[in-house]
């Protein structure tokens, strides 16, 4: 809704038109047709002498309505552009009194403004390359004109918004309110009116500015670093350039033309879909009674993940009791979160002092008791049920029975875990990754007795560590790792067959995976797998293939980047994965001795086998009710196993690619390649139906 209130203000009439569309102020086409009348009623309303644009609540404007990209239009509304032209070519002055965030096309609207008052609060940012488009409403034309090209680049590629004194900084804003935000933009309109401000106007002329090649070569090689494999980011880097080169109108049409391709390609769809979904996933789940507030925490093992752990509770402010079995664990663990701190600073996360802050908060014990009044205890100690049941058993006595009791597991049985405890509904599974003081993922595992006010809770936690909480429920390996296992078992398979680690994940790495499986396992230690593997065996169903490079490949002590050598080796101190011919042999006499032909292998090939074997385990998972939604994978794989968001995530790529072909691959690959690729019920239903995974 847009409402009209006529204030009189220092002895002039200003129109004070606010937009109020909950729950972000978007920009939708109802809303622009409201929007579009407002502005040229008060401008053609004789006693108005004066226009100020607002919004309510936390949001100026929170951009163009995303879901309403690429739906059919409806009778005629006017275009965002439209409505900016009404307001760069009122006869009156129009003050944007930005109240709190302005995003994309609502920080646009404010562009065509003759004035921006900004609150304390306000944030404002072009966010659209997250979405796979470019500001579409005249900002890589009218940015570069405001605050100059290298700062324009910044805001645009960066796609990170400013805080108030920043925009002031770089002159994107003409005032901070210091005061009363409608006052002083009501001020600063009728000192325009009165000449004693001047109107501030973006020339139609091309930029008279000199800037080096270099400034552009050095925003396109940071976007291809930042998102590898994006168009977007690059559209706007060679729009924003125009604004060098064509007059005004000549740069809008083009960026207009640009927006169009962006927003009718897959990658931004892929965007928005990962945009939606994460906000899906993150949905907390209806609960009765009240929640449980979470002010302390406490973590058991102080090795890589518990340390992680506990620095993310440290960076969101929640004080954290770390607990080891020894002094000297301890004091290891401790010398790591120190040096990762170090590293931060170094890097200019934080500063000094924020780091010790951080450190203040992180209390070191080895004794249990000091975990009693802890609200929630993450547990993150050896992958081992025996080791996981006997810390457990002690937690449940030492602590007070409103204590939340979570374990790390990446892939153990949560209720064989919560039996041994007198408390049920409070246990769960958080699987964070590593490092979990970077990694945005969480998969909160709820087990067959988990309460919904747990789950409540903990969601809440997540939101505060600024991770991106998806439920799943249990099975071995959860979501993530349980489809892991099928995609690493395909690249092994491959090797076998004739591909080589490098080809493997040079491979999956062009299809825009961060880093391919084999190096991905070296990354994680080969150790780690292994022990899963042998857990496994008993229950492995014989008539199944299975590779023995992974396990010949650890029983020569070579785990990965932490032994110097895995499926590769690795210089001193490189993490730069380096093809070794002892492997290569290794590979071929395992092939040899499972009486495999070794042949050519296509690099589609090994995109299709480890690509559907995601995506075939996934709809399982689905049907399984392990995910509550085909999205909710999506989240899962972009956010934590370096999928490529641009496509999506596995289950959105299998839509993207037409189910009824992926199909027909899985059936191909069923019958060349045996069982483990029995299609997924629901990929056949989906398929014969002409469904996505979407629709669901
Ligand atoms: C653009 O402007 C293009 C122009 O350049 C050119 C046009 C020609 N549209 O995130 P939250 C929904 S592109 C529709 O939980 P927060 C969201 O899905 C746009 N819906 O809240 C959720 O719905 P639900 C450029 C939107 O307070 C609800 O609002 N702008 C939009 O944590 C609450 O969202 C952006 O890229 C939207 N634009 O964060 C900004 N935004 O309750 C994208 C949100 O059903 N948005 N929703 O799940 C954001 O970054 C955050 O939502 C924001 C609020 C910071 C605004």
Redesign the pocket.
Known sequence: MITTEIRHFQGAAVALIRIDNP??N???SQLRVQLGEALTSAIANSMVQAIVLTGTG??FS????????NTPKTGVQP???EIISIIENAAKPVVAAING?A????L?LTLGCHARVVSQEA?LG???V??G?????G?TQRLPRLVGVPAALDIIVGGE?LTADQALACSLVDQVAAGSLLDEACAYAVSIIQGARARSHIDQAPLDESVDEAVFENARKKAKRKYRGCTAPLTCIECVAKSLSTDLSSGLAYE?EQ?ALL?NGEQSKALRHI??AE??A??RPAMNGASFAIRKVGVVGAGTMGGGIAMSLANAGIPVVLLEQSDAALKKGWETIQHNYAGNVKRGRFTESQVQQRLLLIQRTTRYEDLSDSDLIIEAAFEDMAVKKEIFTRLDSVCNMDTILASNTSRLDIDEIAAVTSRKEKILGMHFFSPANVMKLLEVVKGAHTSDQVINAVFKLAVKMDKTPVLVGVCDGFVGNRMISHYTREAYFLLEEGASPAQIDGALRSFGMAMGPLEMQDMAGLDISWAARKRQAASRPPHLRYSCVADRICEMGRFGQKTGSGFYRYASGSRTPLPDPEIDVLIARCAQLAGITRREISDQEIIARTIYALVNEGAKIVQDKIAQRPSDIDVVYVAGYGFPMFRGGPMFYADSVGLSAVLETVKDFHERFGDYWSPAPLLTQLAQNGGKFSDL
């Open positions: 729950p972000v978007s920009l939708g936390r949001f929170g951009g163009a309505d995303i879901r309403e990209f275009v965002l552009r965030i995003l994309g096309g609502g646009e944030k072009l966010p659209e997250k979405l488009v470019l500001p579409g409403a900002g918004p207009a927006f927003v945009f939606f906000r899906k993150g949905k």
